[in-house]
């Protein structure tokens, strides 16, 4: 739960989980290894002494300790969406002079919250910017086969999510940031306000402009588009 908890509150970041285990120290805790990039980056996140960033828990007291993760322009994005854009024709100047050798990262704003995204493998936001925080987030990565929702969208794999939660995990999400009747309200709503699309070229971001069904489109990270992901040096795609 600790982990899905994490990414939720968590969008401007990219969340990998690993397996908990149990660390034997005084007092001893258990610790989830995480694997964090900022958005929009290949710049790893660090934490620790030893440089992996984890969740720890400690069962005797029920104190959870959470990596720092740093402010970006994505987050800053996200922190205002549903609250404030950049109109349709300054967003459309802004690709246009960014030629045709970059990726972007952006968050779209729908019109109109949708109860599905059309190819039910995106980065969703469920809702919009809450007070002080990031809007609730499903990240659409495969799930394994084991755990039955292959064929599920992130909205269903959400709902999924938040059904398994108690009343006794009310604290933990707290210390996430979480509320449980604004996670099962999210859930029951099953309402899509947007999403975070990275890796997209400029033209593709001027084309969703021009959907009637989107409200905005926010660029957040901007970087170079790289011929070969297998070089350590990036050579730009030829224009």
């Known amino acids: 739960m600790a982990g899905n908890a994490f990414v939720v509150a968590n969008p401007a970041h990219d969340i990998v989980l690993s397996a908990m285990t149990r660390v034997t120290d005084d007092p001893e805790y258990l610790s989830l290894p995480l694997r964090i990039w900022p958005r929009g980056t290949d710049i790893t996140v660090t934490d620790w002494a030893n440089g992996i960033p984890e969740i720890r828990y400690f069962p005797s007291t029920g104190h959870l300790e959470l990596p720092h993760l740093s402010e970006s322009r994505l987050s800053r994005v996200l922190a205002e969406f549903g609250e404030r854009r950049t109109e349709k024709k300054a967003t459309a100047a802004l690709l246009r002079g960014l030629g045709t050798r970059v990726e972007v990262t ?134």
């Open 106 to 239: 952006a968050v779209v704003e729908f019109a109109r919250p949708m109860t599905s995204v059309a190819d039910g493998g995106g980065r969703v936001l469920l809702s919009p910017a809450r007070v002080g925080k990031f809007p609730l987030y499903w990240d659409g990565e495969p799930c394994a086969d084991s755990e039955g929702c292959g064929d599920l969208s992130p909205v269903e794999r959400f709902r999924r999510w938040v059904d398994g939660l108690r009343e006794e995990d009310r604290g933990t999400l707290d210390a996430f940031g979480l509320d449980l009747a604004e996670l099962r309200k999210a859930a029951g709503e099953g309402k899509v306000y947007g999403e975070i699309v990275e890796g997209v070229t400029p033209a593709e971001l001027e084309k969703l402009l021009k959907d009637p069904g989107v409200r905005s489109v926010s660029v957040a990270e901007v970087g170079l588009r790289c011929a070969s992901s297998l070089s350590t040096e990036c050579l730009p795609v030829p224009a």
